[in-house]
């Protein structure tokens, strides 16, 4: 399996732009999570999904965050209009669903998002 | 608010040196999980210890949880060089729902 796949790895966007992340998970994982990394707030949890279907999006910040799930092996996280302080790595992660047996989440590789 | 709180926030130690790495918590927990990040990478998860066990090991990774103390420890042996990361715990809450909520976590260099 080829993990978790993020794309883009890099993403730079004018202010007021939208910018769209997507996220492969692994097959067969039925939980999906968003997360965003910053230096100063470190790993905020934004939204997660069980079987397709959001569960929590209490950690989106703003309206201006939305996230789906259309079928088991994509995502999405779209944010519009983008603002400098949305600048950040979005990371997404999968795992085997709520009652963990003796694993965890697998991250992917995380887009860097720069608002200028 | 982050359910776990690392420390030391940094350590820096010698090849070969053991390093030990805290983590508290707030909430009850069905679960505690430690992940490793190198830079510019995602985490990577380590290990896991659930709540009725209070150590386990895996290669040179020692992890102890104390429930009463809501609090956990993890130690690495005889580090290397590679090991140079940062560390994180993370938390299920008790909730459940699988949702990790992730401290801050300790920046590990290990020099040559």
């Known amino acids: 399996d080829a993990g978790v796949i993020q794309s883009p790895r890099h993403e730079v966007t004018e202010m007021g732009q939208e910018v769209t992340l997507r996220c492969k998970p692994i097959s067969g994982h039925n939980s999906l999570f968003w997360y965003r990394q910053t230096m100063m707030r470190g790993l905020e949890l934004l939204i997660y999904?069980?079987?397709?279907?959001?569960?929590?999006d209490s950690g989106m910040p703003e309206d201006r965050f939305s996230a789906k799930m259309p079928n088991a092996s994509f995502s999405t996280l779209k944010i519009q209009p983008s603002e400098p302080r949305d600048s950040a790595v979005y990371f997404c992660a999968s795992s085997l669903g709520a009652r963990q047996g003796t694993g965890g989440y697998t991250f992917g590789s995380g887009t860097r998002l720069t608002v200028v | 608010s982050q359910q776990g709180e690392e420390d030391p926030q940094a350590l820096s130690i010698q090849e070969g040196e053991n390093a030990t790495m805290n983590c508290s918590y707030k909430?009850?927990?069905?679960?505690l999980q430690w992940y490793r990040q190198n830079s510019g990478r995602g985490l990577v998860h380590l290990i896991l210890?659930?709540?009725?066990?209070r150590e386990k090991h895996s290669g040179r990774l020692r992890v102890t949880l104390d429930t009463s103390k809501k609090s956990s420890s993890l130690l690495i042996t005889a580090s290397r060089a590679a090991d140079t990361a940062s560390y994180f715990c993370a938390t299920d809450g008790s909730s459940n729902t699988g949702k990790l909520i992730f401290g801050q976590g300790t920046t590990l260099q290990v020099k040559p």
């Open positions: 909430t009850s927990i069905n679960n």
């Open positions: 210890i659930r709540s009725n066990e």
């Open positions: 999904f069980n079987n397709n279907v959001p569960i929590d």
